[in-house]
């Protein structure tokens, strides 16, 4: 299954394994990779530059197909060593990067200059056409549904996919929501030329989180996400459990006057906790509505075969006795 998507990565199928905090080291990535999709190791995840430079050369141990690096920009008091990673990612010759949360124009001349692709990820059209517009070569468009930052815009990939179909030359991957084979389908239906997963891929033999996590996704149905952090424009897509619980709790109480200082305990420096100990009650964690297409936990290999099996079934099956 050729798409503009699968060209510009180099990459076999147009599926993705999205960066994500605390998860996306190298043998995820790696797994991905090689099972023909595009794994992605998350650059925060590493404390420093010279750490993601020791990630990229364990992911390059692991793999020989193309991987990428992921780069969220996110409003901070003390913001990373951003120029310091963009520089490991050009010197380490990591030819892929995924882009997240603000604006990463001021990165994109030197990351082009390497002949770096850029797949910019975003959760509005707008910003879209913006990343389009400063020379992304790619989007990754991000549903309501997502696991992690929606944004505040609440549009479902129904009705987000088709208008980036209308408005974006560029080429898009689906993201939010995705699961299998359907999934897929449904996304390039809607126009998009692959799709981005999360959540699934942490339900993976290979993601190097703890047990409990994985069990607790299996377990998860697609009523158990919240939303936390809306009063503070800052929205992020979390499973339920206690902290969530005391969380959503002092919103109510505190209303338009939440600050960020009043919740830190739940969200600040959690995802060690929960992804490596797994004490699933440490804090809020990212987890899409897709827990409740999620029944297994099956190899990144017999993940992705499965998809691209059961994707030309339907295409070829199912929708194809229709048109006859
Ligand atoms: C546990 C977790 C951590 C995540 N961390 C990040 C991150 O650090 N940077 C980022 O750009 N996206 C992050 N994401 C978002 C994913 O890359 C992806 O866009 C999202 O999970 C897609 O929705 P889905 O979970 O429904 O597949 C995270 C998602 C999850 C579930």
Same mark, same amino acid.
């Not at 969220?72 to 990612?89: C, E, H, M, N, R």
């Not at 991000?142 to 987000?160: R, T």
């Not at 459990?241 to 005391?246: L, M, P, S, T, Y």
């Given at each position: ?34 099972? $023909? ?109 997502? $696991? ?106 505190? $209303? ?8 830190? $305990? ?59």
């Amino acid at each position: 299954m050729q798409t503009r998507i699968t060209q510009l990565f180099g990459i076999r199928h147009p599926i993705i394994q999205g960066g994500m905090h605390f998860v996306g080291l190298a043998e995820l990535a790696s797994a991905v990779s090689n099972a $023909g999709g595009l794994g992605i190791i998350t650059g925060l995840t590493q404390r420093s530059p010279e750490l993601l430079a020791k990630e990229i050369a364990r992911c390059r141990t692991m793999t020989d197909k193309p991987f990428g690096v992921n780069l969220t920009f996110l409003p901070a008091i003390t913001p990373p060593d951003y120029p310091g990673f963009v520089k490991v990612i050009i010197e380490e010759g990591v030819k892929i990067v995924e882009t997240a949360g603000n604006n990463p124009k001021q990165y994109l001349p030197a990351l082009k200059e390497h002949g770096i692709k850029v797949i910019h990820k975003c959760t509005s059209v707008r910003h879209a056409l913006k990343a389009q517009q400063i020379g992304c070569d790619a989007v990754s468009v991000d549903g309501f549904e997502c $696991g992690g930052h929606p944004g505040e815009d609440d549009i479902p990939n129904f009705i987000l996919l088709p208008r980036a179909a209308d408005e974006l030359e560029i080429p898009f991957v689906a993201s939010g929501g995705m699961a299998d084979a359907r999934s897929l389908v449904a996304a390039l239906a809607l126009g998009a030329e692959g799709m981005n997963m999360g959540t699934r891929f942490i339900a993976t033999k290979e993601a190097p989180v703890h047990e409990n996590v994985k069990q607790a996704i299996v377990a998860a149905s697609e009523l158990d996400t919240r939303l936390i952090m809306r009063p503070l424009r800052n929205t992020e897509r979390v499973l339920a459990n206690a902290a969530v619980d005391r969380l959503l709790e002092k919103e109510k109480a505190l $209303g338009d006057k939440l600050k960020f200082e009043d919740i830190f $305990g739940e969200v600040a420096g959690v995802y060690p906790k929960i992804m490596t100990e797994g004490k699933m009650d440490a804090g809020a964690w990212s987890c899409g509505m897709v827990a409740g297409l999620i029944h297994d936990i099956p190899t990144c290999q017999e993940l992705i075969d499965r998809i691209m099996a059961e994707a030309h079934e339907i295409v070829r099956g199912r929708l194809g006795s229709l048109t006859q």
